[in-house]
């Protein structure tokens, strides 16, 4: 297993959790697309989009999930010069129908986050 299909798990796992609106990968996608266009954005713009409850409740699993260090992870992987960005999608043992699935979800959230 790979670190990135670890962090997918470990963010798929946290956001089932706490009923996030979407899923890891699409949750990363959404970032992608914002700090693509806006890297000096900050992920109080997108926590509306994540959980339902309204932004003050979005701002406190916020908090508590650590949602930051992704964020600020995936601005570091977009301004990395040795272009190394990955998307967060599961590993490639994974069944066909489930990648596809995660990456058609991480594309969606990069189109909205545009």
Same mark, same amino acid.
């Given at each position: 297993m790979t670190a990135s299909s670890t962090a997918y798990l470990d963010?798929?796992?946290v956001l089932l959790r706490f009923d996030a609106? $979407?899923?890891a990968s699409e949750c990363h996608? *959404?970032?992608s697309g914002l700090l693509s266009l806006h890297l000096d954005s900050s992920v109080e713009a997108c926590l509306p989009s *994540? %959980?339902? +409850? +309204?932004p003050e409740a979005a701002a406190a699993l916020s908090d #508590?999930? +650590? @949602? @930051? /260090? *992704? %964020? #600020?992870n995936t601005r570091q !992987?977009?301004? !990395? /010069? #040795?272009l190394l960005f990955t998307v967060l999608l599961p590993d490639d043992d994974e069944p066909l129908s $489930?990648? $596809?699935v995660a990456l058609t979800e991480w594309c969606h959230g990069f189109l909205f986050g545009l």
């Open positions: 963010w798929s796992d609106l $979407v899923s996608g *959404l970032f *994540l %959980f339902a +409850g +309204g #508590e999930l +650590g @949602i @930051i /260090p *992704l %964020f #600020e !992987d977009l301004l !990395d /010069p #040795e $489930v990648r $596809v």
